[in-house]
């Protein structure tokens, strides 16, 4: 007789429960966003599980550079909000979450010695380097702004993750400012906004990209790098690309 035991079905599904058990549920429950979660109607937190080897191959393995691969990455990881949804200081600092859970705090990466060109392998643990700024309290989207030359009052928005590709290059950005403006001057039509905005004074037009683009909150992980080869340090930013989810 055979030694292999051969299980089928039911006890099959059983036997991988007890193989999985514990180790199966390490999703967590996130309320602290950067942005607080205000922006989400009926908020009530986002659930993130690690990513699964199969899904991490998908995506990785895409060839289509158009793909955002950070969006789609999110989506097989996250619920509570949805992914279009999301400002971006949430996603930057759900990525380095869903990161954490699937692959651990240590996030080894190698960086170019700005003086001396070495190229320098580097260990963090990410959590101590992540620099969380959180919105204030009370900040509402849309926020009212002054515009410095016209001195009126104007709304902006943050853009959500499904906007992100109407302002990726500068072009682009002239372009499309104008649907995060949702007032100027109480007057809320778009092509009103849209022909003002081409009016303005150039200190007008930087006030409302600055604010729109808002880089302020949300994470900013630095760290202070030491070349071994020449002694040459500075204040660095942890490189954030694909590369951050493909552990070798
Ligand atoms: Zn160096």
């Keep these: 007789m055979s030694k292999n035991v051969k299980i089928t079905g039911d006890s099959r599904e059983e036997a991988l429960d007890i193989l ?66 999301l400002v971006s200081m949430d996603k930057m600092f759900l990525l380095m979450k869903v990161r954490e859970i699937s692959y651990g705090e240590n996030y080894e990466f190698s960086i170019t010695c700005p003086a001396c060109d070495t190229s320098v392998q580097t260990s963090l643990h990410l959590s101590d380097h992540l620099n969380i700024k959180k919105v204030p309290e009370d900040l509402e989207d849309p926020r009212e702004i002054m515009l410095p030359k016209l001195k009126v009052k104007a709304k902006v928005r943050f853009p959500r993750s499904r906007e992100e590709v109407l302002i990726t290059n500068p072009d682009d950005i002239i372009k499309n400012i104008y649907r995060f403006v949702t007032s100027i001057n ?63």
């Design 20 to 85: 999985f058990g514990d180790a199966s549920d390490e999703s967590q429950v996130i309320i602290d966003l950067p942005s607080r979660g205000n922006f989400y109607p009926g908020f009530k937190g986002i659930e993130i599980k690690p990513l699964t080897f199969s899904d991490e191959q998908k995506i990785l393995g895409s060839r289509n550079p158009q793909e955002d691969l950070v969006s789609k990455l999110l989506e097989k990881t996250i619920s509570g909000v949805d992914v279009d949804d």
């Design 186 to 248: 109480d007057n809320k039509d778009p092509v009103f906004i849209s022909k003002a905005i081409k009016r303005m004074h150039i200190m007008d037009v930087k006030k409302i990209v600055g604010e729109v683009s808002m880089t302020d909150y949300g994470i900013n992980p630095k760290f202070i790098f030491e070349c071994p080869e020449c002694n040459y340090s500075e204040t660095m930013s942890v490189p954030l690309d694909v590369g951050f989810f493909s552990v070798s």
